[in-house]
């Protein structure tokens, strides 16, 4: 029996964030901080919670944390929020420190996933954890979400559990997981909570408390955008595409037609069956049919189930693949996976905040520093954003490697000029050790700021998965003159000296705007600008979906041109990635000669880590190009799985380091490529093994002797400082500093 029509969520927002009735709470004073004990709340006059969030990272008040930001909103909309964070997931009495919250608890594992917080890339522990004071590891557990929801559910089981986050986010349908090496189902099958919110969820999340507060059920809260929940079936009054019909994997049983919806098939072969066979010359009227599909608002995707995408690689990429398609608010249709008995129901992505809801929440009154329950320990998150600013979020730039665009969205959403002046004045009037130096003003990618479609009826049309790949879309406007403005009118301001840029640089938009290069260059470089070019050959960065090297190449021009200019000393340090898909020994060979070319050394080697639902990681699970349409023989992607083949790749990046002599000596050898083995200035590694006793290049003994051997100035990368130059004015004023 199907379920009774209901009402779906609608492609615009109901309500602007700002504009909901307060909820009775409003009457409260702001708190200066959120409380996290029994003590706190009696001092705000607090008999309890309205809501309570659960979150494994420490409690910074600052807006570059999840909670902070999710509980000071709930807090302007009249609710009294409360905050437990990192409690000890084996004392249950501890998720119940606040009480029993009257409305729901929001659970969210912090602003990682807590499995990459917890692991590197080879799957090894990590000794530290960047969201804990002290830089202690251990404080939370593998898994945190689901951890943290079952201790929720085991000590108040009826109330409601909203889960959210950065973890819940990306594994919100099912996904493949690199630390089992399988396909896990939904975590909503793990993490007994009674709804998911995806994506940074600032209007999901007040809308569904809000109704919550209204005396809605949690159950009936199914027609808002960006949230995932269980549902028996399909309602009578949707319609429901396979979505092997609209991209098709490969070889399948039979052709349906697509325009059919898939609960009546049953009853069209009936009929079919049943009516009178027709004289085949006579005449028929022309019935014109609707065509269903042009209401994406009543239309939901059929993914394969879960059963058949953990055992069918092709159809695992073809799931991740229309997953990817379905992402542009404007034009995203709701996905539905089976997962057993019952439907994985995915509404379509949240529209994105307008500048003036960004304002608003950005606005909220933030301490902007850790709370005082931590004493002053160092919690070195905070250290590193503590005098940034976030400008703006989302990424078009669809590199398949990162999960940016599958949390934020690919339409960016801007803060406005005065809302982000004002936050660079709080950080000069407020937050302790301010010095006048600006570290970052940014956000995913340094330089989208203001950047968009030039038509917004074709942005909310378009499919693409990326705007600047192959190349840069026509239709995008590459203007940087806000950004500018932005950065000329932040050094303006008294008692700011300088503002850096640490961000990510989309170096492929900057080339086209040669003034905003000039701007940064000239005003906002600290002696040196990490960038990422990832690779230099064509076939792992086609699968990165990232630019040649050959724009790395016009970049640099410009960065060198107006370096000179301004008459300083600067330096570029461009980041790779070992062993992404795609990528063969050959590739990492070639990548190696040219950055021994160029003088490179990096001092540390970033290996490729399948984060969940990103599109490399489907690559790396299935070896298939879910960038095109997938099929049992299409496209096989090479992909380093074993540990001896990523261990090489990282090698091949550190060719320079005596440790790595012995496994790269072998494999030129094996490749047949035993020329590059000498002491010619072709060579890559010297004929015999260096010393054993390896001083980074960054040392001033070591770069002393290389310069006097090669004649030319060594870089280096990812070491926080400029490349190393004993008589540099970087290096100077470094010195002078201490």
């Known amino acids: 029996m199907s379920s009774p029509a209901v009402s779906l969520p609608s492609n615009l927002p109901r309500q602007r964030l700002y504009d909901y009735p307060k909820y009775w709470a409003e009457c409260y004073d702001k708190a200066p901080f959120l409380p996290t004990t029994r003590a706190e709340m009696d001092a705000l006059g607090w008999d309890s919670c309205d809501v309570v969030i659960v ?89 945190c979400s689901i951890i943290y929801t079952q201790q929720c559910r085991a000590v108040a089981p009826n109330t409601p559990i909203i889960l959210g986050g950065i973890e819940a986010s990306l594994r919100r349908i099912a996904h493949y997981d690199y630390w089992q090496d399988k396909v896990r189902r939904s975590i909503l099958a793990d993490a007994p909570a009674d709804i998911l919110l995806y994506g940074n969820a600032e209007r999901a999340v007040v809308e569904v408390v809000q109704r919550l ?22 309602p009578a009054d949707v319609l429901e595409i396979d979505s092997t019909r609209i991209d098709r994997p490969g070889r399948i049983d039979r052709i349906v037609n697509p325009y059919v919806n898939t609960q009546e098939m049953d009853d069209c072969e009936l009929e079919r069956r049943n009516q009178q066979q027709l004289d085949p010359s006579a005449e028929k009227p022309l019935r014109f049919m609707p065509h269903p599909q042009r209401d994406r608002d009543r239309t939901v995707i059929r993914l394969p189930a879960f059963e058949k995408v953990r055992n069918d690689k092709a159809l695992y990429a073809h799931a991740n693949r229309v997953l990817h398609l379905e992402t542009n608010p404007g034009n995203a249709r709701a996905l539905v996976q089976r997962h057993g008995h019952r439907d994985l129901w995915l509404n379509a992505p ?67 000029q005065a809302s982000i002046l004002n936050e660079v004045q709080e950080i000069r009037d407020k937050v302790p050790g301010f010095t006048g130096v600006i570290s970052d003003l940014g956000g995913p990618t340094a330089n989208m700021y ?11 049309a378009c499919r693409k998965p990326s705007c600047v790949y192959p190349g840069i879309c026509e239709n995008l406007n590459t203007d940087h003159s806000a950004l500018t403005q932005l950065y000329r009118e932040t050094r303006k301001l008294p008692g700011v000296k300088k503002v850096l840029i640490a961000s990510g640089l989309r170096y ?128 096989a992607v090479s992909t380093p799985k074993s540990a001896e083949q990523r261990k090489l790749h990282k090698a091949f ?27 010619k200035a072709h060579c890559l590694i010297p004929a015999s093994k260096p010393d054993s006793n390896y001083q980074a290049p960054r040392r001033k003994n070591s770069a002393q002797a290389e310069r006097k051997r090669r004649g030319k100035k060594l870089l280096t990368q990812h070491t926080g400082l400029p490349p190393r130059n004993d008589g540099s004015a970087p290096n100077k004023r470094r010195k002078k500093r201490r």
């Open 55 to 143: 979150t494994g990272d420490a409690y910074v008040d600052h807006p570059s944390f999840g909670m902070a930001i999710i509980g000071r909103l709930l807090e302007d909309q009249g609710f009294r929020v409360g905050i437990i964070a990192q409690p000890d997931w084996n004392r249950p009495q501890d998720f119940l420190s606040l009480g029993v919250p009257n409305l729901c608890f929001g659970v969210a594992a912090g602003n990682m996933d807590s499995m990459i917080n917890r692991y590197t890339a080879d799957r090894k522990p990590r000794s530290d954890d960047a969201y804990t004071p002290g830089g202690q590891a251990g404080a939370r557990p593998d898994r």
């Open 213 to 234: 507060a209204r005396g809605d059920e949690i159950e009936a809260i199914t027609d808002v955008r960006g949230t995932a929940f269980w549902r028996q079936d399909t």
């Open 350 to 416: 949240a529209q994105p905040l307008s500048t003036e809801e960004m304002d608003y929440v950005f606005g909220q009154p933030f301490a902007r520093v850790p709370h005082p329950r931590y004493k002053g320990e160092r919690i070195p998150a905070y250290e590193m954003i503590r005098f940034s600013v976030n400008i703006m979020r989302g990424c078009f730039g669809g590199c398949t490697f990162c999960s940016i665009t599958e949390h934020e969205g690919r339409i960016i959403q801007n803060r406005s």
């Open 450 to 460: 203001r950047i968009a479609c030039k038509d917004p009826k074709i942005e909310a």
């Open 508 to 635: 492929d938009l900057a080339v086209k705007d040669p003034e905003y290069v000039k701007e940064l260059v000239t005003h906002h470089v600290g002696g040196y600008l990490k960038i990422a070019p990832e690779h230099t050959e064509n076939a792992p960065l086609s699968k990165m979906m990232k630019p040649g090297i050959g724009t790395y190449d016009e970049f640099k021009a410009l960065f060198e041109k107006f370096t000179a200019e301004a008459g300083k000393e600067q330096y570029l340090i461009p980041y790779f990635i070992a062993a992404h898909p795609g990528t063969t020994d050959e590739d990492m060979l070639n990548l190696a000669l040219w950055l021994k070319k160029y003088g490179f050394r990096a001092d540390q080697v970033q290996a490729f880590y399948p984060s969940p639902m990103a599109t490399a990681t489907a690559m790396y699970h299935t070896e298939k190009n879910p960038l095109r349409k997938v099929g049992y023989k299409s496209e």
């Open 653 to 679: 990046l550190r060719y320079h380091d005596p440790a790595n002599w012995d496994l790269l000596h072998a494999t030129l050898l094996r490749m047949g490529r035993g020329d590059l083995i000498g002491d």
